[in-house]
């Protein structure tokens, strides 16, 4: 089986644009959670979605969003961008009833550089 | 809210020493707990995790871990380290029942040394 991808791997922006990262989970895997990876800070959960619907929720502002769409894909936006949301965003996949359930099995994340 | 402590952020060792991670989480109720490993260049994987049952719990690699719920712990263990464990090692809980996110701890940075 494939494993999780994601694209873009490598992302430059300015302050003030958005961008909108992509991750297809492992076939037959409905949950997709989003995590952003800073030294220091670990892993900050960001959102996780199952069947189209968003089931949790970190604490992140409202320009941090996401989507899942009914082949299990699933995107996250992040709007008006600061310098600190530069980081690695992580998404993981998760089968039968999620995370909560069971083992996550990560992509190699898309690195975000905000200038 | 669960919330999840890792107390070294930088372990060194030698080739054959015992390695003993420190996690401590806060929850008051029952959860479920997980390790995963980063190695150098590759992606995030589980290493054990607990759901119930026996409290020591064995995951890939000889790598163990053991839940004392009277310390909310779960400090991961292995016996002789090699060179290959060099990794970013997570602790992970989220609480059992429904559908609670995960939240994972800071991470601590493991060098093996030979």
């Known amino acids: 089986k494939a494993g999780v991808t994601q694209t873009p791997r490598y992302l430059i922006k300015t302050r003030g644009q958005q961008v909108t990262l992509s991750c297809s989970p492992i076939?037959?895997?409905?949950?997709v959670s989003w995590y952003q990876q800073t030294p220091g800070q670990g892993l900050q959960f960001l959102f996780e979605?199952?069947?189209?619907?968003?089931?949790n929720k970190g604490n992140f502002p409202g320009r941090f969003s996401g989507r899942q769409f009914s082949n299990s894909r699933s995107e996250m936006n992040v709007s008006t961008l600061e310098l600190g949301d530069s980081a690695l965003y992580l998404c993981?996949?998760?089968?039968?009833?999620?995370?909560?359930?069971?083992?996550?099995?990560f992509g190699p994340g898309t690195r975000l550089t905000v200038l | 809210a669960q919330s999840v402590s890792q107390h070294n952020h930088h372990v060194i060792l030698s080739e054959a020493a015992s390695l003993e991670l420190g996690c401590n989480y806060s929850?008051?109720?029952?959860?479920?707990l997980f390790w995963y490993v980063q190695y150098p260049g590759q992606h995030l994987q589980l290493l054990l995790k607990?759901?119930?049952?026996?409290?020591l719990v064995k995951g890939i690699k000889g790598f163990e871990a053991e839940f004392i719920k009277s310390k909310f712990s779960f400090n991961l263990r292995k016996p002789s380290v090699q060179w290959s464990d060099t990794a970013e090692y997570f602790c992970a809980v989220n609480a059992a029942g429904g559908y609670q996110k995960v939240t994972f701890g800071t991470g601590t940075k493991l060098q093996v040394i030979p």
């Open positions: 929850y008051g109720g029952t959860v479920n």
């Open positions: 993981a996949s998760a089968p039968g009833q999620g995370s909560a359930y069971n083992e996550q099995f």
């Open positions: 979605y199952f069947s189209e619907t968003q089931r």
């Open positions: 607990y759901f119930s049952g026996d409290p």
């Open positions: 076939s037959g895997h409905r949950s």
